[in-house]
């Protein structure tokens, strides 16, 4: 079973940074990694992926402010998140996708891995 754990959250004023920290050591898929957030009120969203050969993708909201990163002797991913803003106020998930072969042959990645959680609280 894969088993996901994240560790760094907390809080921190606006313009300050935090590091969130991912064990991904159970994880042997080959799609995937990213993190996802989800405010009060809100859905879930993703927030950076990186992908099998570690190609990293960012939403726009995070773009030019959050950097992931892999460490593969570590088993480890990272968000290092900078310029924080109120906005960013959210709980964090580490997630790592799953794949699934298809009929045709090929197949699809899907977010199937989920960790607990982590509070990341910017304040004014």
């Known amino acids: 079973q894969v088993h996901l754990v994240e560790s760094g959250g907390g809080a921190v004023q606006a313009g300050g940074s935090l590091k969130l920290s991912c064990d991904v050591s159970?994880?042997?898929?080959?799609?995937?990694m990213g993190w996802h957030r989800q405010a009060p009120g809100k859905e879930r969203e993703l927030v950076a992926s990186?992908?099998?050969?570690?190609?990293?993708t960012y939403s726009d909201a995070t773009k030019g402010r959050f950097t992931i990163s892999q460490d593969n002797a570590k088993n480890t991913i990272y968000l290092q998140m900078a310029s924080l803003r109120t906005e960013d106020t959210a709980v964090y998930y580490c997630?790592?996708?799953?794949?699934?072969?298809?009929?045709?042959?090929?197949?699809?990645?899907?977010?199937?891995?989920w960790g607990q959680g982590t509070q990341v609280t910017v304040s004014s």
């Open positions: 997630a790592a996708e799953r794949r699934e072969a298809l009929a045709n042959g090929f197949s699809v990645c899907y977010w199937e891995y």
């Open positions: 159970r994880y042997t898929g080959n799609c995937a």
């Open positions: 990186i992908s099998s050969v570690g190609i990293p």
